[in-house]
Nanobody
Framework: QVQLVESGGGLVQAGGSLRLSCVGS????????MAWYRQAPAKQRELVAS???????NYADSVKGRFTISRDNAKKTVYLQMDNLKPEDTGVYYC???????WGQGTQVTVSS
């Protein structure tokens, strides 16, 4: 069983920055893929960024050049550095890991204009 705990969400003005963290625990030594998803009100959950255990990262077009995903395998932690935030980045951000597929409880990010 895997537990994921996110932190770092909050309220920020447009153009500001936030850094999200997600720490994994449980019997799994490492996660093959770690990722961040987000869900805005009345919208479907969407992939923001993902990173493999080897460090290969993938981003949604809407966040390329503004967000950076990274991970610390020894700490079973994934980070999302979010810069130049926009109001459309508002939503609940969820941490996800594969093998086994698991979700965090989510952290709210609100960007005011």
């Amino acid at each position: 069983q895997v537990q994921l705990v996110e932190s770092g969400g909050g309220l920020v003005q447009a153009g500001g920055s936030l850094r999200l963290s997600c720490v994994g625990s449980g019997s799994i030594d490492r996660f093959i893929v770690m990722a961040w998803y987000r869900q805005a009100p009345a919208k479907q959950r969407e992939l923001v960024a993902s990173i493999t255990i080897g460090g290969s990262a993938n981003y949604a077009d809407s966040v390329k050049g503004r967000f950076t995903i990274s991970r610390d395998n020894a700490k079973k932690t994934v980070y999302l550095q979010m810069d130049n935030l926009k109001p459309e980045d508002t939503g609940v951000y969820y941490c996800y890991v594969s093998s086994p597929s698991s979700w965090g409880q989510g952290t709210q990010v609100t960007v005011s204009s």
